[in-house]
């Protein structure tokens, strides 16, 4: 059904709104009933304007960029209100008016007429697809999933141009979609590639071409930036934002990350359980927060200001008002957690480490050569202490993680923990089994990494059963404490993995990490998937553990605000080399690599 609210052409065109969405709800057919993901939603996007959609998971930002689109499947949604796209006049480009099937017209003078609005809730799928593209379109989270596995990217990029033009030529398209590559920063020559041969901040430039190649009237984003490294993110957040401009298209930028909006919006729209919290402008919503749900979300992500080691500001521990900030301490006195003192020996250690992948067959005849993931890194994790082990996405990380828990061989090096030789662990059983009951790993994707067949009790308890003599009734008292200590109970014990949240996922899988009392915990993006307020949860629990059981961790992670406020010492990884090591004051105050003054130049 649709809202009985009536845009006044005349009064939308002074307004100059491109996207006027009023009491839009949305609601899933469920076997229960009706789920409401969004519930009376207001708002305006003028031309060139940017507005950022803030909440957690759950909140309804997608669906609402999904009901912009006309995506939902009018079988099992029940959309209501309005959404209208055009009406205004573009702020910027090429000035261009759109015939009635939404596809670029001749070129207008300046007094050109504001385009007619088009309704979108209830209209017909083939007048939807001609909007789709041409009027509004939309840069989506995974780029992999986004684009066809078996085109090339020019091929897509020329298809997508060709839907919304009158007969172009083949040559016009791919002249088209070469020139929109280069703008995007991806040179001509790799139009012929498959987005698997490209890296995923190069996929992601693809698919803002893809969306912006018609030069839209409306562009949704809808987390692009999330699943990359920061320096990535600041070079596509500022590509969005150079390309808006010139061609006056107004953004809708869907988030959880109150830097990103910080960064580029005009205006933030704050949202929680499909009902907005509060809107206004950026900055005053920023500095000067009304609700508590807001300032939760801004203070629950730490920054480079954030003083380390002090406890995070989550949804459920608001951040403090005026009045407990008067109790609090200030920002000069020293975090609750000094730097763990230097010359600690040392628990594990790395020694000239490289590891080396075969490289696939050049022909019958020849193999090529050997690609280096890690070349000669030397570092060691000291007795309760944190290292933060930093690098973009192909560094590394990840490899010496697997390195140090004995799960990968080493081409070349030495590793040892506590004094003794592990470099062969993962070819020898026995060994392997020994330093899995002192070396635990917490993976970045809870879900994938929790089996689906088994309940939780199941999954804490299989290190006990394959390590342990304990019998069942004993097994279940440790999962018991267990989940406890994670900030769960035994209620959950018999449930699965899909029906807990992805905090809750992430705190089963730190508890599984912790059933045989490890000594050194391997965190691999532990919180890189979660919202911000489930982060600040995760980083507030693993620092309680840390303080309660003396753990020593190796804490992997692109974010470096997040490194800075939980670590006390950095490594620096790039392609595979160690750039730098120090103390979290010497690195992020007197960084002496270049590589690290721009990670941290990136940082917004």
Request: net charge positive; glycine share 10%; hydrophobic share 40%.
């Amino acid at each position: 059904m649709k809202a009985d609210w009536k845009a006044d052409p005349e009064t939308e065109g002074e307004r100059g709104a491109v996207l006027s969405v009023r009491d839009l709800s949305v609601a899933f057919e469920s076997p229960r009933g009706p789920v409401t993901a969004v519930a009376g939603v207001s708002f305006e996007l003028a031309p060139g304007e940017t507005l950022g959609l803030v909440g957690e998971s759950g909140s309804g930002k997608s669906s609402i960029g999904l009901a912009t689109m006309g995506l939902h499947d009018p079988g099992r949604t029940r959309i209501g209100g309005s959404v209208r796209i055009g009406g205004g006049v573009r702020g910027g480009g090429s000035g261009r008016g759109r015939d009635v099937g939404g596809r670029p017209a001749r070129a207008q003078g300046p007094d050109t007429v504001p385009e007619a609005a088009v309704e979108v809730v209830g209209a017909p799928e083939a007048r939807l697809r001609t909007l789709r593209g041409a009027r509004v379109a939309m840069v989506f989270q995974d780029a992999l999933d986004a684009l066809s596995p078996y085109h090339s990217v020019g091929a897509q990029l020329a298809e997508a141009y060709r839907i919304h033009h009158r007969r172009p030529g083949r040559r016009q398209a791919r002249e088209r979609a070469a020139a929109m590559l280069e703008r995007v920063g991806i040179p001509a020559r790799r139009a012929g590639d498959h987005p698997h041969q490209l890296s995923g901040g190069m996929r992601q430039r693809v698919v803002i071409a893809m969306a912006l190649i018609n030069e839209p009237d409306v562009l949704i984003a809808d987390e692009p930036t999330t699943a990359l490294d920061s320096r990535v993110q600041r070079q596509v957040l500022d590509l969005l934002r150079d390309l808006q401009a010139e061609a006056g298209t107004a953004m809708l930028l869907i988030t959880h990350d109150v830097g990103v909006v910080a960064a580029t919006c005009d205006r933030m729209l704050v949202m929680r359980s499909g009902r907005v919290v509060e809107q206004g402008p950026t900055e005053r919503l920023r500095t000067t927060p009304d609700h508590p749900y807001t300032r939760a979300l801004i203070g629950a992500a730490p920054t480079l200001d954030t003083v380390p080691g002090t406890r995070l500001p989550t949804v459920d521990e608001p951040a403090p008002t005026p009045e407990r900030e008067r109790h609090a301490l200030p920002a000069s006195v020293p975090a609750p957690r000094p730097t763990a003192p230097p010359h600690r020996p040392a628990l594990a250690e790395l020694a000239d480490v490289r590891v080396e992948f075969p490289a696939r067959r050049g022909s019958l005849l020849r193999r090529g050569r050997p690609v280096a993931a890690v070349r000669g890194v030397s570092l060691h994790v000291a007795r309760g202490e944190t290292l933060g082990l930093v690098g973009e996405s192909g560094s590394g990380k990840s490899t010496l993680a697997r390195v140090l828990a004995g799960l990968r061989q080493p081409t070349a090096g030495a590793v040892r923990f506590d004094g003794r030789d592990i470099t062969r662990a993962a070819s020898d059983t026995r060994l392997r089994r020994e330093l899995s009951r002192e070396v635990q790993l917490v993976f970045q994707d809870p879900y994938a990494s929790l089996n689906p067949g088994r309940t939780v009790e199941e999954i804490v308890t299989t290190p006990l059963r394959i390590h342990t003599t304990l019998d069942a009734r004993s097994r279940r008292l440790r999962a018991v404490e267990l989940l406890d200590q994670v900030g769960l109970s035994s209620a959950h014990l018999p449930r699965y993995p899909h029906e807990f949240s992805g905090g809750q996922r992430q705190r089963i899988g730190i508890a599984r990490a912790l059933a045989l009392r490890p000594r050194l915990v391997i965190a691999d993006e532990p919180v890189s998937a979660l919202d911000v307020s489930v982060q600040a949860q995760v980083l507030n629990l693993l620092m309680d553990l840390r303080a309660e059981l003396g753990l020593s961790l190796l804490f992997i992670s692109h974010d470096l605000a997040v490194v800075r406020h939980f670590c006390d010492r950095i490594a620096v990884l790039r392609d595979g080399e160690l750039v730098e090591t120090g103390t979290r004051d010497a690195v992020f105050t007197t960084p002496r690599a270049p590589y690290t003054r721009e990670l941290l130049d990136a940082v917004l």
